[in-house]
């Protein structure tokens, strides 16, 4: 199915030069003269290589047909991570180029979303949410601001920020778009 590049929205996979590339950020843009162009941002799902490209906002792509499937986080050894499909017990395997930052937010048997290209694990779909445990986090300051914040780092080796109230040992909510705290588990 062919899609205008006006019609862009975030996440949507298409075919660039041969290749599976999803849309990461765009912007519409009207110069003074001449015809309006879409900056984007957008990531090569076979590579992983992220790339800013212009189009003109009338180009014609062909949508990626990306399969999906569900499995389950199974673990990681050398750098290689193993998801297992729940129904065919069928073992992918994605490497840390393609994991990048989703490692942080990979715990044992959490359910993601395997998109592949013929056949080829390319991504995975995470949760909006994951439930992180806290293993290191300074104590809390008296007195301090209930607004004010502190460092804190997870099982997975996340470090970012969280409320003063926040214990070591505490299991936490965070955004896995964005990695930020979002609650007591």
Known sequence: MAIDA????????????????VVLDFMHVKPGKGAAILQTKMRNLKTGS?????FNAST??????IEKKNATFSYEADGVYYFMDGETYETYELDS??????????????????MMFEGQ??????????????VETTPAI???????????????????RVPQF????????????????SGRA
């Open 142 to 160: 008296k007195g301090a601001p209930s607004t004010q914040s502190k460092d804190a780092t997870t099982e997975t080796g996340l470090t970012l």
């Open 97 to 114: 180029v393609h994991i990048g930052d989703k490692k942080y937010y990979l715990i044992d048997s959490i359910e993601a979303v395997l």
């Open 50 to 54: 992220t790339q800013e490209r212009n």
């Open 166 to 181: 926040i214990e070591q040992g505490e299991k936490i909510l965070v955004n896995t778009d964005d990695g930020k705290y």
């Open 60 to 65: 014609k792509f062909e949508t990626a047909n």
């Open 6 to 21: 006006g019609d862009f929205k975030t996440g949507l996979t298409v075919m660039v030069d041969g290749d599976p590339w």
């Open 121 to 134: 694990v390319l991504d995975i779909g995470l949760p909006s949410k994951v439930e992180l445990t806290v």
